[in-house]
């Protein structure tokens, strides 16, 4: 993750968490290292940003130009996307857009076959990374 640091073990997080539960863009979390020489971990989140996470997966069958579109038609509703690679996103909803717009979309392209997603606020039995633990 990309992250400002604030001092004081404080940090603000600057990109959308692709693999992360309850974290967001612009939350204030304390993040430590357990010594020296390792990277600072999370801890805590500080202050909540209002920001909201989505995570998509494309079937690989889902062309790019395609994903590209309908990604960008969520711009209407304050939805941005980061890419993890050719068939995972990342989508953040500013604390202004509509995070049920959004929602109901992606609903609607998962019942159509175009992606799977997943909110970010809570791990769930079947979610993507309990699906990648049991493989």
Known sequence: MWAEELGSDLYRLRNVPFFAYGLNFHDVVRATADSPDLKPEIREVIETSGHKTLRVIFPKTVERDKQVKL???LDEFKASFERADG???AIDIEPEGSYS?????LQE???S???SFETCEAK???SFDDLLEAN
């Open 71 to 73: 990604l960008s038609s």
């Open 87 to 89: 068939t995972n996103v």
């Open 101 to 105: 717009d959004v929602y109901d979309l």
């Open 109 to 111: 392209w998962e019942d």
């Open 113 to 115: 076959g175009l992606l």
């Open 124 to 126: 769930a039995k079947g």
